[in-house]
């Protein structure tokens, strides 16, 4: 069994760390490089290439789902490498989510569906969903409006897959710690690709073309945008601490000083505006939490890794904004164009233009406009809203914006109902603090929907669901199924 640390248990003499089997971090490393390196190749033998991932994705996933879901949410961020399969580019993640969903029908039980029914934040997100299918009837181009209900689909397949395979403890935390080691692998490389890039050394993820126009070079490691870098990071950083928490002894208790120095290190870096100012309001939220009275945060050790995680990520995003604002002033004027009210252009247009085209479109399409037809020409707006409610307003009107507020609040309720005092408290904390990460994220970047926080979604319901089970169980020998793995698996 793989437990949660002694600060999170109510006996801390019996719990253990949570620690990624090596078997099962070597295979989830093995299948992320493979993909990675089949999708590099993939332009010149996509046939054979992407016929070998299939198999040996297959084999893992029917073999190993657990694995597979692992493999799943390591590559859930990486953007920037697709596959090009017959003319389209579909990336890797959904190559494997399509996978382990057959291999979950095929295994599951009659009942499988049950857990999904049960899950209260199922009906918003397929409500959202459906809202954003039906908007191909006011859609201004088919080809966006296809590429975002695509996305759209995926973020309700991996919110289904999780919510069916994590059905005990052990696989909760499991898939939580993959989840953090996930954010500080993908910080750590967009760190070393960005020196890479400063070096003028070939560089992964820095567009060649960045330069050709006034914006400083921005680090966003494999996930095709500065912003949607910065918001995921934002996501994991609370569960990274939650995992070094989990560590009572050994150098793995402080992993939470490199994810913080990645993390921090790298909103001067991606240049992203709305990346420091969502890292401020979490990193306050999270401060006011554990300054507040005691269990807020579900663990004493939780409270005292928060507070020196804000004031070693405050300090250090200080001290390398001022030496960015120091020595390149290209960083000064993409600062000051958050402001600019003028209309120059595509490139050089500021927030508050892109914003008045929005609530102009909003009066005329209260219906919405269509998934991603924000940035079509005809639509008149030409460029994505940088905030997620506008982004709904544009995309999916009235009913569309209802949706996102129903999601919201089930969300909020679904983050602040969780069982206090349990073992499930402090992974709980950090899902909804990274939740709240992505929504202050989407004050500034538009993304309303997408995979890693549909993940986080069905984790955090998965999470609240068994802490409620446990406690709520009048026969102990149930916590001690739940424990073994002996509770009905829809993977068997």
Partial sequence: MNALGAALSPRPAAARPVVLPRRTLAGVLALGIAVATLAAWADQLWLPMVALLALAAGAVVVTRPMWALCALVMLLPIRAIPLRFMGFYVHPYRVVLVLLF?????????DWYRPLLRARLTYPLLALTVIGGSTLFVAYDFGW????????????????????????????????????????????????????????????????QVMTYLAPPRAQGFMADPNFFMMVLLALLPLALAWATSFRAGWRRYLWVPAVLFFTALIPMSASRGGMLAAGLLLFTGIILSRARRGLMGSRD????WWRASLLGLAVCLG???LVFAVSPLHVARALQSTDFSDLGRL??????????????????????????????????????????????AEMGVPGLLAYGWLFLVTLRE????????????????????ILGVYCSGLFVSAYYDEVLALMWALAGAGVALAQRENGAANPVHKAEDDLGDVPSVAG
């Fill in 102 to 110: 057959i291999a979950l029908l095929l295994q599951a039980r009659g």
């Fill in 302 to 305: 939780f409270e005292r890794n």
């Fill in 145 to 208: 409006w296809a590429k975002g209900f695509l996305q759209m689909i995926a973020c309700l397949g991996v919110y289904v897959v999780t919510l069916l395979l994590v059905d005990r403890w052990s696989r909760f935390t499991t898939v939580c710690a993959c989840l953090a080691l996930t954010g500080i692998v993908h910080a750590l490389a967009g760190i070393v690709d960005y020196a890479f890039c400063l070096a003028g050394l070939p560089s992964l993820s820095v567009p060649a």
């Fill in 415 to 434: 983050i602040l109902r969780f069982p206090h005092g349990s073992r499930y408290s402090v992974w709980l904390v950090a899902l909804g603090l990274g």
């Fill in 348 to 393: 050089s247009e500021g927030r508050f233009v892109v914003y008045a085209r929005i609530l102009t479109s909003f009066v005329h399409h209260p219906l919405g406009i269509g998934l991603y037809n924000t940035i079509v020409a005809e639509a008149g707006i030409g460029k994505f809203a940088h905030n997620s409610l506008l982004q709904v307003m």
């Fill in 320 to 322: 390398g904004l001022a």
